[in-house]
């Protein structure tokens, strides 16, 4: 969507979109924030990228690490902005590398994780409710997708599509796909995401619940790259900020160590479903995001041209607001933001409230017990944020105590 077009929103009117999120949706743009966030708080807390050039521009850096590589590399080569496996392939030799064309050099990670000899990847959904403040969520089940040729690491083989591709738009078409119509069963070229993690736990003996609690850390700390960006865009050209909501499919690889690596964010993921497996997890996907989103019907008077009233915080709450930005805040001082609640603390705390108890299959893992570790990553504090990790901080225990209190002060 255009600015002009989230310009356009109405009060009462709600799009699947944010705008700016083609900062992590363009695979060119995806390594800018990401290398930018690795300046921020170094490359060990945000190593879960491959490594990336952007050509025309980073061509003599690529030169540079490509001399250093000998003859026994491989990198893969992807069009920014191109979706479904179009335009991927892989490269061995300098010469096969485009000299003036826009595209996306990444090191191609040859040493993945394999089952029964194929490469996979996982489709990772991933929903964000609101920017400021901050609330993702990640679908407990999702995708598991298989090359449709064993995997090998002979060079005759690189311009095989089918055995280093693992999109599904791709294998499909290869004649020994084999499709999978039980989300529960490990079969054909397709799995369930849960049931992926059963295989895995059952049959190779893998604890999976670390890689799990990595994936959902790459999917934290990479929307939060896109925050700056998308915060900025949404006070400059949306009038409500309930007017957008956004669902992103993570498309995730394992190497042999188990480690988890991103490779591409999808800003509109295929909700298509060609099985009865697509259908179940997708469908009860989207039945719990639409609830999550909590859609409401407008009153009469909010249908009508210039009748709509936005929010507008009172001196006292523009006041906290600023208090509570300030640099160098210590944990006291952030703790004391909940010591008096305003109403538009009370609003961004009953909806945060009510949006968790109605999730579902999601898993809300931004806010949450752990957001101290991710303060570091942010470039500016948000309000919204520090009230809604301090909420965490002092009723995670007691969810109970906390929404009595919210009960109690809405009546007053």
């Not at 390594?31 to 060990?44: D, H, I, T």
Request: with cysteine; charged share 25%.
């Amino acid at each position: 969507m255009k600015e002009e077009a989230f310009r356009n929103l109405k009060e009462y009117q709600k799009v699947n979109h944010f705008p700016g999120t083609f900062q992590i949706g363009r695979k060119d743009r995806l390594w800018k924030n990401l290398s930018r966030m690795q300046l921020k708080v170094g490359k060990k807390e945000c190593d879960f990228v491959p490594l990336t050039f952007v050509l025309p521009q980073d061509l003599k850096k690529l030169k540079r690490e490509w001399e250093k590589g000998g003859t026994k590399q491989r990198w893969i080569l992807k069009p920014p902005a191109a979706a479904r496996g179009i335009g991927i392939r892989l490269a061995c030799k300098w010469s096969q590398i485009p000299k003036k064309k826009p595209v996306v050099v990444q090191r191609y990670i040859s040493n993945p994780f394999l089952i029964n000899g194929s490469k996979f990847d996982m489709r990772v959904y991933a929903y964000v409710s609101s920017y400021n403040p901050l609330r993702i969520y990640v679908f407990k089940d999702g995708l598991a997708r298989f090359a449709t040729c064993k995997y090998s690491t002979a060079t005759k083989s690189i311009s095989n599509r089918f055995m280093h591709l693992t999109n599904y738009s791709v294998n499909k078409k290869n004649s020994s796909f084999t499709a999978n119509s039980d989300e529960t069963v490990c079969q054909g070229h397709k799995w369930g995401l849960v049931a992926l993690w059963q295989y895995m736990k059952n049959e190779l003996g893998i604890d999976t619940d670390p890689i799990w609690e990595s994936v959902k850390d790459i999917v934290v700390k990479t929307i939060i790259c896109s925050e700056p960006v998308v915060t900025s865009l949404m006070r400059a050209h949306v009038r409500n900020s309930a007017s957008c909501h956004e669902l992103f499919g993570f498309d995730i690889i394992l190497d042999r160590n188990l480690k988890a690596w991103i490779l591409e964010v999808n800003i509109s993921p295929s909700l298509h479903s060609t099985s009865q497996l697509d259908l179940n997890i997708k469908g009860m996907m989207m039945a719990d995001l639409f609830n999550i989103a909590g859609f409401r019907l407008p009153i009469p008077e909010s249908l009508q041209e210039g009748k709509s009233h936005p929010y507008v915080l009172s001196v006292e709450e523009r006041a906290k607001h600023l208090q509570f930005t300030k640099k160098n805040l210590s944990e006291l001082e952030r703790m004391s933001i909940l010591d008096t609640l305003t109403p538009d603390d009370l609003k961004v705390l009953m909806t945060t409230e009510d949006e968790f108890a109605r999730c579902g299959s999601f898993e809300r893992v931004y806010p949450s017990i752990d957001f101290h570790k991710y303060q570091h990553f942010f470039e500016n504090e948000r309000y919204y944020n520090i009230l809604l990790e301090q909420w965490m901080h002092r009723y995670y225990k007691l969810p109970k105590r906390g929404i009595a209190l919210l009960q109690r002060l809405a009546q007053l």
